[in-house]
Structures are given as C-alpha cells and as structure tokens.
C-alpha cells in the first residue's frame, strides 16, 4: 500500500490521532505571539482543514494541499458549514511542479516528518522554498526524537535530521521543544520549527 493510500484508508477508518477538530494551540500561540498578519498562506498536509478553516476566520488566504482525496473531501464540506474560503487542492507536495509561487507563510502539521529519508526530507524542505516568496517564512510542527523510543505515536526527528534537510534553503529562526496538542490523555513531544527562506544565492 503507498503513503497515500495508507493516509487515504486512516480517514476513511477514522485511524486518525493527530485530528482534533479544532486548530492546534501551538498554530494559534505562533500566530498571537509573533503577531502574524495575515497573508497569502499554504497548509501542507492538511488533512480535514482545521488549521486552514482557523486561519482563514483570521482573514489569512489560505490554499491547503492533501493528497488524500478524503480528507480534502471532509476539509471541503467543514469550510462549507463554517463559511470561509479556502482553496484545498489533492495532490502530492512532493510531486508538486517545480514552478516559484509567492506564499509568504507555509505551515504543517505532522507533513514534513513523514518522510523517513533524509534526501526526501531535503527534496520536501526545497519544494517549500520553491512556493515561498523571498523572506517567506515556513512554521512546522514535527514530532520530536529527544523523548526517546516509543511503540505509537508520531514519527520522530532529531533536530539534526531537520537542520540538516532545512538549512540550504532556509534560516532557522527557532527551533523549540515542546508538546503536541492533542486530544488524547498522553501526548507526545514535538519541534516548533519557525524558518525564514534564504535570499536567492545566500548559500
Ligand atoms: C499526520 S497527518 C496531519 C494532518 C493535519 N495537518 C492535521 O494536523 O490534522 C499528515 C497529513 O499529511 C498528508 N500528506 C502526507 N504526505 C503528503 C504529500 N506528499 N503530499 C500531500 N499531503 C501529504 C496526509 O494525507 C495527512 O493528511
């Protein structure tokens, strides 16, 4: 079964922890206390549109690309019922055409971490440069490896594992542990990773 196919059959069983309905206090906390304003904005993964559907009650623009048809499915009719505007997409990030686009803020949740591979990993963080416009600005909320091995939960990255991929194409304004929200009693620890695409030819 391939990655999309596997994410495709969790919607459709309901195997779905990271969902919780409502947007991740960690977005929210980002948002306030950096004083974002709002702005041309792209959720990577994401997934039934939460975070999208909050960010747009904030007047940000916001596009949200999944590769599940499902979720995308599920994100459409929430926007819906909650009256924003939302452009959500089905297709592979990872596949994305190469061609420059001007976000000026791209999130995820729980996206980039999906990939095992660094060289994936490396090919993920380009890609999200490729969609930001100079000085954009990437925040992702990944899960964490320093809490050490565990059986379930959310992948895990080494804060290596994203300097390593992250750092051609963008500087790395901060890079902070902390926990996931989630609904669940136990929750797992995660990265906040807020970085800045580099200037053309910085590297
Ligand atoms: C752990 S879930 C998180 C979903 C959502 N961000 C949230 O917090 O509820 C990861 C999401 O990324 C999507 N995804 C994974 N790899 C992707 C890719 N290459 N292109 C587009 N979406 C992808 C999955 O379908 C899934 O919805």
Redesign the pocket.
């Known amino acids: 079964m391939s ?2 196919e596997m ?1 495709n059959e969790r ?1 459709k069983t309901g195997k779905t922890p ?3 309905e409502r947007p ?1 206090s960690n977005l929210i906390e980002f948002v306030k206390k950096k004083s974002i304003l709002p702005c041309k904005t792209l ?6 549109g ?2 999208a559907i909050w960010l747009a009650q904030k007047d940000f623009d916001v596009t949200g ?4 048809s499902l ?1 995308i499915e599920k994100a459409k009719l929430k926007s819906k019922k909650e009256g924003v505007e939302i452009g959500f997409i089905v ?4 596949k994305q055409k190469e061609n420059e686009s001007d976000f000026e803020l791209i999130f ?4 980039f971490h ?1 990939f095992d591979e660094k060289k994936d990993r490396i090919t993920f963080a380009r890609n999200v440069s490729l969609h930001l416009k100079e000085g954009g600005q990437w925040f992702s909320i990944i899960g964490n490896a320093d809490a050490g091995p565990r059986d379930i939960g ?1 992948p895990m990255r080494s804060a290596l594992d994203i300097v390593s991929a992250v750092e051609p194409y963008f500087e790395i304004v901060f890079l902070v542990s902390a926990m996931f929200d989630s609904n669940r009693e136990k929750t797992a620890r995660c990265w906040k990773c807020l970085m800045k695409k580099r200037k053309k030819g910085a590297k």
């Open positions: 990655k999309k994410f919607y990271w969902e919780l991740d959720e990577i993964g994401c997934g039934t939460s975070n690309i999944d590769f599940s979720a297709n592979n990030f990872f995820d949740r729980g996206c999906s959310p």
